[in-house]
């Protein structure tokens, strides 16, 4: 069974760091995508970042670019975001995903076959 398990969020105030982690366990397939969703209060579920698991490439949502960060550990089937500058619009819950037997980007929760239960981040100003 895949699991994706969330961890690191948080507290920060306004111009802080937070590091997300998600571990992956269960997995079958040989690559795969992994992904950084958040969700605010009344809005959208949106993508943040994303990482190939077969080629190293990643991609940005464009309100996170140049302030996060993403990276992974594929012997762990780990994924990891590092979120600096933070701001009080990045307050969100933040999941994690993966599209399995894929290769490219493709940051739609749509295409995502397994999730983790999120972590909350709470940026004050």
């Known amino acids: 069974e895949v699991q994706l398990v969330e961890s690191g969020g948080g507290l920060v105030q306004a111009g802080g760091s937070l590091r997300l982690s998600c571990a992956g366990s269960?997995?079958?397939?040989?690559?795969?995508?992994m992904s950084w969703f958040r969700q605010a209060p009344g809005k959208e579920r949106e993508g943040v970042s994303c990482?190939?698991?077969?080629?190293?490439?990643?991609w940005y949502g464009g309100s996170v670019e140049g302030r996060f960060t993403i990276s992974s550990d594929n012997a762990k089937n780990t994924v990891y975001l590092q979120m600096n500058n933070l701001k009080p619009e990045d307050t969100a819950i933040y999941f994690c995903?993966?599209?399995?037997?894929?290769?490219?980007?493709?940051?739609?929760?749509?295409?995502?076959?397994?999730w983790g239960k999120g972590t909350p981040v709470n940026v004050s100003s």
């Open positions: 995903a993966v599209d399995p037997w894929e290769g490219l980007c493709v940051l739609r929760p749509d295409e995502m076959d397994y």
């Open positions: 269960g997995f079958t397939f040989d690559y795969y995508t």
């Open positions: 990482i190939s698991s077969i080629s190293g490439e990643s």
